[in-house]
């Protein structure tokens, strides 16, 4: 089993024309080899699949989330911060657990952002906590901020499905915003 994080198919064809202008490799076809044996893979035939499965941009991300919906009530449109925020942390179709709360923290007092982001991200942990409450458990059902280390409680986990790639919320959130999103710690 391969334990490294795959670049998405477009990551990887650019890693490998750069590895071949390098100049060490006579073909492309040569680079993506050696470049698939440095991932854990035989070939570039092998990885080829994993590349595919993994979503490379914003909007593949956001339009592959999936709230719950029951007859009569549909789940709400979420904007491109929101859904981002939710599939980075959660994946595209999260699920709570029944008996279990996840606990995480995240001290923003040790993290060199500005106070702006610091508060942007706050409100982004509080607005997120509401969304479709109504068909499912809120994502936090505890946000605690104690003078900047914040402490949560969610009946999901954020495991972070897509990597920490910071590609996928460029342009949806500042580097700041993206550092602190990916500072989540599970306790």
Do not use: W
């Not at 999936?66 to 859904?83: N, R, W």
């Not at 008996?99 to 409100?123: G, R, S, W």
């Not at 104690?146 to 910071?166: C, D, Q, S």
């Amino acid at each position: 089993m391969n334990n490294k994080i795959l670049p998405s198919l477009d990551e990887f064809k650019l890693q490998a024309k750069e590895l071949k202008k390098s100049g060490n490799y006579s073909s492309l076809g040569l680079a993506q080899k050696v470049l698939a044996q440095k991932y854990g893979y035989s070939s570039y035939q092998a990885i080829l699949p994993n590349l595919k499965a993994i979503v490379s941009s914003n909007n593949e991300l956001i339009e592959g989330l999936e709230l719950p919906s029951v007859q009569g009530f549909k789940p709400p449109q979420l904007g491109s911060q929101f859904a981002s925020f939710i599939a980075i942390c959660f994946g595209h179709t999260p699920k709570p657990e029944k008996d279990i709360l996840y606990e995480y923290k995240i001290n923003t007092n040790n993290i060199p952002v500005n106070q702006k982001a610091k508060d942007f991200f706050y409100t982004l942990l509080l607005k997120t906590a509401d969304i479709n409450r109504m068909l499912q458990p809120s994502f936090f059902q505890l946000i605690d901020n104690n003078m900047g280390e914040l402490y949560l409680k969610a009946p999901y986990e954020i495991t972070y499905p897509f990597g920490k790639n910071r590609d996928l919320l460029r342009g949806v959130f500042n580097e700041e915003v993206i550092t602190l999103i990916f500072n989540i710690k599970k306790i």
